[in-house]
């Protein structure tokens, strides 16, 4: 896992930076902005880059910083959605940047634009923290080793006894990442 996130965060380093060089030219507002989200998000991948799990809450604190910045570089072609109340999330944890491979493969893998907005939401029931995110394929399909989900799987699996649940529907894309309890490592 730890080879996928640094893979992740040079990656995600390379169109940070192309993007401020953009807003350097263009919106120097923008550009402080991004640079202050940006330097959060890093610090988030360096304080938890070893970790095996992180409460949900800091997970939900990192995405939001996260797609900050992949609004910035998107536009009006994304959109977020949580439908999750903060109570209780201080106790459940989940893998660290799993959120973020997923959007990572929702971009990767899907064609979107202002009309036809990617649109991904985070909702959570009694068992599962689900992400969820519309289905338009990209005409050329990008090279993919799957790797990601593979991993995260056998994260979940080593950290809950219970794997992640994929769904693909007519138009949406669904990852479920079971609940594990932070107290007593008891899952949920």
């Given at each position: 896992?730890t080879?996928?996130?640094?893979?992740?965060?040079?990656?995600?380093?390379?169109?940070?930076?192309?993007?401020?060089?953009?807003l350097?030219?263009?919106d120097?507002?923008?550009?402080?902005l991004?640079?202050?989200?940006?330097?959060?998000?890093?610090k988030y991948f360096?304080?938890?880059?070893?970790?095996e799990?992180i409460?949900?809450?800091?997970?939900?604190?990192?995405?939001n910083?996260?797609f900050f910045?992949?609004?910035?570089?998107h536009?009006?072609?994304?959109?977020?959605?949580?439908?999750?109340?903060?109570?209780?999330?201080?106790?459940?944890?989940?893998?660290?940047?799993?959120?973020?491979?997923l959007?990572?493969?929702?971009?990767?893998?899907?064609?979107?634009?202002?009309?036809?907005?990617?649109?991904?939401?985070?909702?959570k029931?009694?068992?599962?923290?689900s992400?969820?995110?519309?289905i338009k394929?990209?005409?050329?399909?990008?090279?993919?080793?799957?790797i990601g989900l593979?991993?995260?799987?056998?994260?979940?699996?080593?950290?809950?006894?219970?794997?992640?649940?994929?769904?693909?529907?007519?138009?949406?894309?669904?990852?479920?990442?079971?609940?594990?309890?932070?107290?007593?490592?008891?899952?949920a």
């Amino acid at each position: 896992m730890t080879a996928l996130r640094k893979e992740l965060d040079s990656h995600f380093i390379f169109n940070s930076l192309n993007t401020l060089s953009h807003l350097i030219k263009y919106d120097s507002v923008k550009a402080d902005l991004f640079i202050h989200k940006l330097a959060q998000v890093y610090k988030y991948f360096l304080l938890n880059n070893d970790k095996e799990l992180i409460s949900a809450a800091s997970e939900i604190e990192f995405i939001n910083n996260y797609f900050f910045l992949l609004k910035i570089r998107h536009e009006d072609r994304i959109q977020l959605h949580i439908d999750i109340e903060n109570e209780g999330l201080k106790e459940i944890m989940v893998v660290p940047c799993a959120l973020q491979i997923l959007f990572e493969n929702a971009i990767k893998h899907n064609e979107f634009s202002a009309e036809h907005p990617l649109e991904i939401c985070i909702k959570k029931d009694d068992k599962y923290l689900s992400i969820e995110n519309t289905i338009k394929p990209k005409r050329v399909k990008p090279e993919s080793t799957k790797i990601g989900l593979r991993n995260l799987s056998a994260q979940y699996l080593l950290m809950s006894n219970k794997n992640i649940i994929v769904e693909e529907c007519e138009n949406r894309f669904i990852v479920k990442l079971p609940l594990i309890k932070s107290l007593k490592n008891e899952y949920a």
